[in-house]
């Protein structure tokens, strides 16, 4: 266990939120400007740019002794040009167990070790309590113009795959590019539209359904699906209730 480290960056939105929920606000020198949980407590946390671009003059400039990155949320050329100078520690969490396993990992390296334990416990408790509805073929998108969706080895997937919902695109791998026609050739029960990255609305939600008219579609919170580390356990709940509704 380490508890060197006092001067800590985090890229990675989800990260950030856990790290402060397990007690290390007072460590964070530097966050990107999509860390915006706790949004209380963010604000005061100086921004070093956003996830694909961090400004890294300034995270250098900060001194930090540690820098959390993820092999998805950056990318691999700014976490080469900050392991020059500075310790990284570059999650890649592509499952649920994933997140967990990087919650004890992190909970260990900081010294927070037993904060890190209970939450995934907790966590774990909720994912258990998941209701066991009938599977419903699925479309998850996450963008328009083009439409894209998720492939067989993400975050989102496995998420999908705990609450019932078969992901259509399972042959596909990361976030391919897709036609609505694609969708509808693949006969889904269910196309759902995150509120992120694309922020859709009840309008997109009318566009698609014109298209797929025999396919129930639905507006769906994208922390639900991909915001790992703390947010699970809410999200999670949330996710039960939710699951439940559209049975």
Sequence with gaps: MSTSFNRIISLVPSLTELLIDLGLKNKLVGRTRFCVHP???VDDIPIMGGTKNPVLDNIFQADPDLVIANREENRKAD???LRRKCEVHCTDIATIEDALITIHELGRLLGVADAARSLT???SNVLEQRPGETRLRTAYLIWRDPWMTVGSDTYIRDVMDHWGLLNIFDD???????ELRQIRQRYPDLVLLSSEPFPFR???VEEVQEQLPNTRVLTVNGEWFSWYGSRMLSSFEQLNTWRKAIA
């Design 121 to 123: 416990r907790r966590i």
């Design 79 to 81: 976490i080469e040009q």
């Design 39 to 41: 949004e209380d407590d």
């Design 202 to 204: 009840q309008n997109h």
């Design 172 to 178: 596909q791998e990361r976030y391919p590019t897709i």
